[in-house]
Nanobody, 117 residues
Framework: QVQLVESGGRSVQAGGSLRLSCAAS???????FGWFRQAPGKAREFVAD????????NFAESVKGRFTISRDNAKNTVYLQMNSLKPEDTGVYYC???????????WGQGTQVTVSA
């Protein structure tokens, strides 16, 4: 089991920045960590993910060039830096984890991000 706790969500104006954090109870060398979001009335969608070891990172087209993902080994924490925020970035952001390629298995409770025009 992996417990994930997200933080950092809040309300911000368009053009602003936020950094979300995801603290994990544990990780392994093969761990992947991802960020997903769900807007009101819409399905949850992929935002970005990273493999704990190595240079693998992946981003949704809608956030490329604006969002970055990083990790802190000492804190077992993954970050999502969000810049140039748009109202369409509004939603609940979820952190997820897995220990092999395929579907994400472990999920956090989510943190709300609201971007106003």
């Amino acid at each position: 089991q992996v417990q994930l706790v997200e933080s950092g969500g809040r309300s911000v104006q368009a053009g602003g920045s936020l950094r979300l954090s995801c603290a994990a109870s544990r990780r392994t060398l093969s761990s992947y960590f991802g960020w997903f979001r769900q807007a009101p009335g819409k399905a949850r969608e992929f935002v970005a993910d990273i493999r704990w070891v190595g240079g693998y990172m992946n981003f949704a087209e809608s956030v490329k060039g604006r969002f970055t993902i990083s990790r802190d080994n000492a804190k077992n924490t993954v970050y999502l830096q969000m810049n140039s925020l748009k109202p369409e970035d509004t939603g609940v952001y979820y952190c997820a984890a897995k220990e092999a390629p395929g579907a994400y298995v472990y999920w956090g409770q989510g943190t709300q991000v609201t971007v106003s025009a």
